[in-house]
């Protein structure tokens, strides 16, 4: 190991006890014959690393919290007005509402039945109608929309008594 | 610094302002002085914890646990503290635009002792450039691990190495030549 290898484990990896096993011991054998290496080590420690781990830590300000349960306040007055929805959101509150082991079979289901309308209403238009419809307003309906066979079946079938019913049909 | 246990984190993400608090109560020192040390100004530094608490309130329901809760708020705070000085970098060079442009000057500020606990580890901080510095401030104040670190701030494990030996040298380089003897 020479000295720039050995500088750049003493300000990294040594003073901040990450260095491995392997490491450690070459630097120690370095460190016993380099004297401006040593001397680095010691000020590294010294300079670096003491000054810091006895920095002083602040205790945040009382007055803090209530300024936060304030605009929490705030937040959640906005959210009741904007959306009607209470609290921290509504997927939020639905979340905690379904209990965690029934989650998979609740999207599940919501997945099938999603799948299922969306199905329903990109069937072909009459299908769709004539499965809402009664028997006569479907073939009414069919008339309507000149589905020629059905209507030749149906005038076909038709008896026409009335001398005005002869005129038109 | 005790841990939240996930049936806290539940009830706070449905609206428990009780455990809520517990989360503050455990979280808002690191917090507070991680802001203090990254502006230098303790007046920001409540801004930023305030803001970092109104964020964890919000994203809670996005806390998948996939990393501890201590360094996702970490990475909060590190953020909103990067992008005030962002925010405040900007600002500053809009005034001084501004100044340039209508030829006021600016009223020089000089710190005054008293004015903050201006102490001499965080004048050596302040020396250090922004992503330097939360490398310091995380390994040498917080004493966390490099693996940590990296987690945090989402970058390599040997950019945290490669940050922390360019901010010694530097401090090392400012201790040697300038008037601060440790």
């Not at chain 2, 503290?81 to 100044?99: D, I, Q, T």
């Amino acid at each position: 190991m020479n000295c720039d290898q050995a500088r750049e484990l003493i300000l990294t990896d040594a003073i901040d006890a990450e260095i491995s096993m392997d490491d450690k011991r070459e630097l120690l054998t370095h460190l016993v014959a380099c004297e401006s290496c040593r001397l680095l080590m010691d000020r590294a420690e010294a300079d670096l690393m003491t000054p810091f781990e006895q920095a002083g830590r602040l205790v945040p300000p009382p007055e803090l919290w209530r300024n936060i349960e304030r605009e929490l306040d705030r937040t959640a007055l906005q959210t009741d007005s904007e959306t009607g929805v209470a609290g921290p959101g509504f997927f939020a509150r639905l979340r905690h509402l379904i209990p965690q082991a029934v989650r998979p079979f609740a999207l599940a289901t919501a997945v099938l039945l999603i799948a299922a309308l969306f199905s329903f209403y990109h069937q072909e238009p009459p299908m769709r109608t004539a499965a809402r419809l009664s028997p006569a307003a479907s073939a009414l309906m069919l008339i309507c929309e000149r589905d020629s066979a059905f209507e030749e079946a149906l005038v076909r079938n038709i008896q026409f008594d009335t001398p005005i019913e002869k005129l038109f049909f | 610094m005790p841990e939240i246990s996930d049936l806290i984190i539940e009830r706070a993400c449905s609206g428990d302002r009780k455990a809520f608090e517990e989360i503050y109560r455990a979280h808002s020192g690191m917090v507070y002085n991680v802001a203090f040390r990254m502006t230098g100004h303790l007046e920001t530094a409540g801004e930023i914890t305030q803001d970092v608490f109104m964020a964890v309130f919000r994203k809670l329901a996005q806390f998948r646990g996939q990393s501890k809760l201590k360094t996702w708020i970490y990475r909060i705070t590190v953020n909103t503290a990067l992008n005030l000085r962002r925010r405040e970098a900007v600002e500053k060079e809009r005034l001084r635009a501004y100044a340039v442009e209508k030829k006021v000057l600016e009223p020089q500020v000089t710190p005054q002792p008293g004015d903050e606990p201006f102490d001499r580890v965080q004048e050596l901080m302040m020396f250090l450039p922004p992503e330097q510095r939360v490398c310091m401030l995380l390994r040498s104040i917080e004493q966390l691990g490099y693996q940590e670190i990296a987690d945090i701030l989402e970058i390599n494990i040997n950019t945290v190495r490669t940050r922390l030996k360019r901010a010694r040298e530097s401090l090392f380089a400012k201790l040697r030549g300038g008037t601060h003897e440790l």
